[in-house]
């Protein structure tokens, strides 16, 4: 089967692609840097020629409102135009768990409008909610600093690493499209600013996080259960303590 990872290339889409091949998928990798872009649609008619399956696991390069809308409206738009034109099957999309209820962030505002989007659209799709990434615990104290120190609340999430999060959405790339919605998580839960704290610990970073309760994430309010998935998620196997000893905790898109 033919399936066309659309930012291929990045932390989740690169995992994809080779798992996709080593179970005897023609995966195709698609970034900027393979010479489609989705936001210009170059390159599209090409790559999508074949395709059964497409799959968005791509990502703005800047996460400032009305950019970040942009791009997940403009590329969403073009692909979902280039896929009903290629006759593509099955559309997935990775979002993530709670996207609906945190519309204060114009991160996930544009989220929302990727996937309402798909939704709206003739393809056929699923798409696939996850959890925050152990690889982006350092990013979520970078996005979260107040002066020099980190402010997170100390609400409960369910994070699992990039590779769990891949295998999930290869599994369900060759499954019949839902056309709805599939969360995904990892095997515990934790508080957000422990973790965090846990986190920036092992790479010896030294910024203090402080349990903010009023503290946003991304720009949106959090409450107990805001990141936490239902009781019908799939779950990883990767517990964070056996991530931290694997090489992707020290990776660079992880640092
Ligand atoms: N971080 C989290 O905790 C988390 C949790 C749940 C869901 N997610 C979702 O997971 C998805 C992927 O995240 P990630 O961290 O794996 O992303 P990433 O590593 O930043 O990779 C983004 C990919 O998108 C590609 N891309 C950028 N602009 C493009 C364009 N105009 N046309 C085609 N491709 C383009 C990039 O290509 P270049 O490298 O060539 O620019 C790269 O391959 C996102 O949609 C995000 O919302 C993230």
């Known amino acids: 089967m033919k399936v066309v990872v659309i930012g291929g290339t990045g932390l989740v889409g690169s ?19 393979t010479g489609v872009n989705t936001l210009t649609g170059e390159g599209l008619a090409e790559v999508l020629k074949g395709a059964s399956v497409v799959v968005d696991v791509s990502n703005s390069p800047s996460w400032e ?6 791009f997940f409206e403009t590329s969403t738009r073009n692909l979902l135009s280039y896929e009903a034109t290629a006759g593509v099957k099955h559309h997935v999309a990775l979002s993530v768990v709670g ?65 769990d999060v891949a295998t ?24 957000v600013d422990e973790l965090v704290r846990q986190r ?11 349990a903010d309760p009023n503290a946003r994430y991304s720009g949106a309010r959090l409450s107990e259960k805001t990141l936490v998935p239902g009781s019908n998620a799939r779950l990883g196997e990767t517990r964070f303590e056996t991530w931290l000893t694997q090489p992707a905790a020290h990776a660079q898109k992880a640092a």
């Open 99 to 163: 996207t609906d209820r945190l519309s204060e962030s114009g991160y996930f505002r544009a989220k929302i409008a990727q996937e309402k989007l798909i939704k709206e659209s003739s393809i056929p799709y699923t798409i696939v909610q996850a959890t925050q990434f152990f690889e982006f615990l350092k990013g979520l104290a970078d996005i979260s600093m107040v002066g020099d120190k980190v402010h997170l609340p100390p609400v409960l999430f369910q994070p699992m690493s990039a590779d």
């Open 65 to 70: 409102d009305s950019a970040v809308l942009k």
């Open 168 to 191: 999930a959405v290869g599994r369900i790339a060759v499954e019949p499209p839902i056309n709805g919605t599939v969360e995904i998580g990892g095997p515990e839960q934790f508080r």
């Open 200 to 210: 920036l610990t092992a790479l010896k970073d030294p910024r203090e996080v402080s």
């Open 15 to 33: 995992k994809l692609v080779n798992k996709l091949r080593e179970h005897g998928h023609e995966a195709v990798a698609a970034a900027p840097n």
